[in-house]
Structure formats: structure tokens, C-alpha cells
T-cell receptor, first 109, second 113 residues
């Protein structure tokens, strides 16, 4: 079992739609969680950290469920510019960042 | 506002050749990392450094060496390139390793023929 698992997608949604991604992690002792965004042929960029209480940044909401060991990312009112690959990242108990393989999002007009 | 800078951006090598990838950061970060990204595999850690003069192995260190002689620079070396090392290489840095997010360079696309 992979330490961090994501649905690769692609998720095809129209502009204005709400879309959600989930990510599961296997190490229950994992400490910190992040969502990164990666555009085609570009470097990963931090989108947001994920806090235990959940957190929101504009149209983006991240939540953590420690009991079920998953994190989620909700995007409201999708824009064309949201098209990218979203990487789930977990800081595990071995002091390493572990990256998921990413979920691809395509927002169409 | 450079952040993390990688050189070169692209390179094509023949099997058996050697080369060095350079990563430089201007954020005074202690921690630096080298990753490779392959289709369907996600980012995998090659080597990392927790400070000037220190290096450690990551998940896939074989075939690579690194050096951190200066705090701002982290070099990745391929002594004898193999086709399996064809990949996109990313350097990253972070202030600490206490669950802090990492800042990435824009990558080096390396092809080994």
C-alpha cells in the first residue's frame, strides 16, 4: 500500500462547479499535511496547509480526518486557471515529506 | 526575489557521462532536498541536507551523490549516467524540517540516451 494515495483523475468539471478531492495516508503518526498545486511542466507550489480544525482560503477549503486518515480539498466556483494537478503531501513520523502522485483537474468553459 | 534556482534547465547526456546539477537558494534555509519526478511515481526524495556540510540519503539515492559545501548551494552529481535516470529533477528548501512546507526550484529536465 502506498503511503499517500490519490485518485489520479482527471476530474473534468465546468467553470463554476464545485469539486472535491480526497487523499488517504497510511501512517497514523503523520504530523502535518499540505496541498500543493503543480501546473504542467512546472514545479510544485504550496497551495495550503491542512489544519486539524480545517481551514479555508478563498474558494479553497481543506479538511483533515485523522480517525479515517484522509484529507480533502474542496474547490468552489472553479476557474479555468484552477486546471492543474493537485498533490497531497504528508509529513510523516520519519520526518519526511511524502508526496502523492497527484489528482489532475481540468476545468472547461 | 529568486527563491530556489536550478541550473541547468535542460540537459541531454549519453550513457556513462557525468554531470552536476546546481541548486541555489537565497532564503537562508537550513534544509535542502533533491527529488526526482517520474510519470505515475510522484516525487521521490534522492538526498537531502539538514545544514551546511551535512548530507543524508533519501528514498532513491543509488547512482547519485550530493554535496553542501555552502549553506545556499546543494549540488547533485551523476557519476555515470544511466537511461533509468532520465527524469525531471527538483530541488527544494525549507527553513526547518518540523513539518514546514518546502519551496521548489523550477526543475531540470534530464534525458539520458
Amino acid at each position: 500500500r502506498k503511503e499517500v494515495e490519490q485518485d489520479p483523475g482527471p476530474f473534468n468539471v465546468p467553470e463554476g462547479a464545485t469539486v472535491a478531492f480526497n487523499c488517504t495516508y497510511s501512517n497514523s503518526a503523520s504530523q502535518s499535511f499540505f496541498w500543493y498545486r503543480q501546473d504542467c511542466r512546472k514545479e510544485p507550489k504550496l497551495l495550503m496547509s491542512v489544519y486539524s480544525s480545517g481551514n479555508e482560503d478563498g474558494r479553497f477549503t481543506a479538511q483533515l480526518n485523522r480517525a479515517s486518515q484522509y484529507i480533502s480539498l474542496l474547490i468552489r466556483d472553479s476557474k479555468l486557471s484552477d486546471s492543474a494537478t493537485y498533490l497531497c503531501v504528508v509529513f510523516d513520523s520519519f520526518q519526511k515529506l511524502v508526496f502523492g502522485t497527484g489528482t489532475r483537474l481540468l476545468v472547461s468553459p | 526575489n529568486a527563491g530556489v534556482t536550478q541550473t541547468p534547465k535542460f540537459r541531454v547526456l549519453k550513457t556513462g557521462q557525468s554531470m552536476t546539477l546546481l541548486c541555489a537558494q537565497d532564503m537562508n534555509h537550513e534544509y535542502m532536498y533533491w527529488y526526482r519526478q517520474d510519470p505515475g511515481m510522484g516525487l521521490r526524495l534522492i538526498h537531502y541536507s539538514v545544514g551546511e556540510g551535512t548530507t543524508a540519503k533519501g528514498e532513491v539515492p543509488d547512482g547519485y551523490n550530493v554535496s553542501r559545501l555552502k549553506k545556499q548551494n546543494f549540488l547533485l552529481g551523476l557519476e555515470s549516467a544511466a537511461p533509468s535516470q532520465t527524469s525531471v529533477y527538483f530541488c527544494a528548501s525549507s527553513y526547518s524540517n518540523a513539518g514546514q512546507p518546502q519551496h521548489f526550484g523550477d526543475g531540470t529536465r534530464l534525458s539520458i540516451l
